[in-house]
């Protein structure tokens, strides 16, 4: 086929580096193209936005697909026209190139539709802006409206600023039309993400996430440029949150298009910002990124061809893309001056130097040949783009192509800091480790279903079901004149951890162990205000050695006698199975079950009692418990000493890690031997202080008041580079049981709380409205549509 690639940057460069490898292209043109273009492709000398001479061409020379670049054409109807002359192309169609065009557009779509984004005003008249900036907290952002190259942005970090930004914009017009409106937001705070989709405008597939670099100076100082360097992939951009970002931005965004008319064929890339909310849109684009597009193009081993195919003839759905290992970085080298006036017409020396190497690229951008020579034509002169095993590599591989002996011209700058980022925020995910929740609720939903067929058992033996325990902490049945619970809960990794330190102190911590394993269905027993009765113990082997470590099992079934006493319980003997070839050696996998009784009935304890108004009381963990361990284990390997690495208060890691957990059923007994009219529990182990609204009724659970983490909590945090939003959706984080009762009852409750040896603050209360969790102390919003609780 004939393709034709539209524009003459660095990222048509890269187009047509990697159209030009595929065999199904025949003849390949770039208009106007630049020095690089033309070494691949036949340059066409029509400007980007000449879209009826671009139409004539491609008619004339029976082009079979055009891709576009840049977003001027696609804004002015490049995709219209050649649609409406019967002719392929890649781009959105006009009306739907608004979301790029029109910032206006963009952000009333998203406040329409509930896409997350940034706070934001919309100004037409300069004395209003004024006004109203006097008003906000800055910092402040300050956009023109319309397409500025990626310059149109302003961050402000006091009034004069605003002021000046909106003078430069609205009076002095230094973006022309662009700037007859402005967009004014709040300022968000967090790591960047460019990610790229294709779509259909029905389905869509991902590009891998890069990361872009705005700011002309190290450190992100300076002005905003059209982008000085990117990489892919992004080492803290993992499948949990490429799930969420397709789910919560791209689908919507997809659909509101469509909803609106404006069905969206082409590249959709939204410019996101990862707040401590979690992720929001900062602004869309209708094409790929410049400079993302370099290093991402570098790792895909798919045919791009095929992409575009796909796109214009509905099947993106059936496109399965694959990605080259390791990592790709472009480091953009620009000319004296940019992003403000800047030189023009300088020798590039050394560009010989990278031909034939296979692993590092220059990828023109303004540049153009004077006689034999290529000369400096732009800003952005060249994107030196290289491919290695990992980040570090690739980084060291872009900056070894500079300088005297590589390539380098009169005046030239670059950014020292390119790809830094991602090797200082590279993060251990809870999915990394094992636990990937949208994997595991689906198929937790999946047993639930076919669990609910089985209780017409239970009608015919003459017994009956509380259904609103079904996939709850706890299930409930009917007998006779009182309820019966029943639990089963496993331990987890934390026996990893005991193993581990015993290694260190001789200590087993097997009693730790086994209170912990029988905490874990004790506490959701008493969720539903259920008397623990008999308890059952599992611990699978490898082989029978296992059990022959006196020290190691005598503290094991002490501890597991003891928290059975503690709690009331009967221990009713269990199942030891060896189970080699399953089970590693030295290693068990403990597991345990409770049957409570529940009596009086009235005791019961459901989610229909939760009403508005209800406070919420948190009682203070005592550390860990059993959850996230996988993940407090995985950083281990970070740390100079290990478990035995001491934390700023001189205790070692692993200890920390091994404190018990609380056991709540005798308090839980005690409230209720009170009177004390217990709405609902959660028991805030999985799922970290989201968990909180597990209750299927339509509310919001405002918190205004919280413990302070441990001081492990902010070890791990630190270690594992995670943000607090991640890290209140997986740990406790200080509280591990939440208590909903009537304001009347909160002053009495506490003091039970408090005699019982527990500690509890009256966090907060639950309102009528979206289904949701708000931690105001930590400005962190856990909504019910990202997340499956139950």
Known sequence: ?????????????????????????????????????????????????????????????????????????????????????????????????????????????????????????????????????????????????????????????????GEGALKRIMIEQIFGKAGDTVVIEEYLTGQELSFVVATDGKDFVSLLPSQDHKQIYDGDKGPNTGGIGAYAPVPFVHKELISRLEKEIVRP??????????????????????????????????????????????????????????????????????????????????SGGYPGTYEKGKVIRGLEKLRGLGDIFAFHSGTKLNGKKIVTNGGRVLGITGIGKDLSSSIKKVYNGIGKDGIHFQNMHYRKDIGQKGLKQTKITYSQVGDDYDTKDPVLRLYQNAARETTKQLTRNGFKEIEET???????????????????????????????????????????????TVATFINDLSTVGAKPLVVQAYWAIQDNSWLQDLKRMTDFINGWKNACIYAGATWGGGETPTLKGIVESETADLAGSVVGIIKPKKRLITENKLKTGD???????????????????????????????????????????????????????????????????????????????????????????????????????????????????????????????AQKDVEKAQQIIKKNEFSSVNAGYVEEGKRQVVIKPKNLVYKSETYNIR
């Open 615 to 741: 406070r919420i009381l948190l009682l203070k963990s005592n550390g860990l418990n059993a959850n996230g361990i996988s993940l407090a284990r995985a950083i281990v390997k970070k740390l100079p000493n290990g478990y035995s690495t001491k934390l700023s208060s001189g205790k070692m890691y692993g200890e920390e890690i091994l404190r018990k957990s609380n056991i709540y059923a005798t308090l839980t007994q005690d409230l209720l031997n009170n009177n004390i009219d217990i709405h609902y529990i959660v028991n805030i182990t999985g799922h970290g202080l989201r968990k909180i609204m597990r209750a299927r009724q339509e509310f919001s659970y405002i918190i205004e008041q919280i413990y302070e983490p441990l001081e492990v909590f902010r070890f791990i945090q630190k270690n594992a580079n995670l943000s607090d939003y991640e890290m209140y959706q997986t740990y406790n984080m200080g509280m591990d049981y939440a208590i909903f009762l």
């Open 1 to 161: 086929m004939n393709v034709l690639v539209v524009g003459s940057g660095g990222r048509e460069h890269a187009l047509v580096w990697k159209i030009a490898q595929s065999k199904k292209v025949k003849k390949l043109f770039c208009a106007p193209g630049n020095a690089g273009t033309d070494e691949l492709a036949e340059n066409v000398d029509i400007a980007a936005t000449d879209i009826k001479s671009l139409l004539h061409f491609a008619k004339d020379k029976k082009i079979d697909l055009t891709v576009v670049g840049p977003e001027d054409p696609l804004v002015l109807g490049i995709s219209d026209l050649f649609q409406k002359n019967h002719l392929k192309i890649i781009g959105p169609s006009k009306k739907a190139a608004r979301i790029e065009g029109s910032k206006i557009f963009a952000k009333r779509l998203m406040t329409k539709y509930g896409i997350p984004t940034a706070r934001f005003a919309e100004f037409n008249d300069v004395n209003k802006a004024k006004e109203y900036i006097k008003n906000q907290k800055f910092p402040l952002v300050i956009k023109a409206s319309g397409p500025c190259l990626g310059k149109g942005v302003f961050i402000c970090a006091n009034l004069k600023e």
């Open 470 to 516: 079904r996939g709850a902490s706890a299930f409930v049945w009917e007998q006779d004149d009182c309820y019966m619970a029943t639990v089963l809960e496993c331990l987890g990794t934390k026996n990893l951890v005991a193993d581990a330190m015993r290694k260190i102190t001789n200590k087993t911590y097997y009693d730790v162990i086994a209170h912990d």
């Open 253 to 334: 965004t997809i659909d509101a298009l469509a909803k609106e008319g404006s069905v969206y064929r082409g590249i959709l890339y939204p410019g996101l910002i990862l707040t401590d909310e979690g992720p929001k849109v900062l602004e869309f684009n209708c094409r790929m990124g410049d400079p993302e597009t370099q290093p991402v193009l570098l790792l895909l081993g798919s045919d791009i061809i095929s992409i575009f195919e796909a796109v214009n003839e509905g099947k993106v759905k059936t496109l399965r893309l694959k990605w080259k290992k390791g990592s790709a970085v472009c480091l953009v080298l620009t």
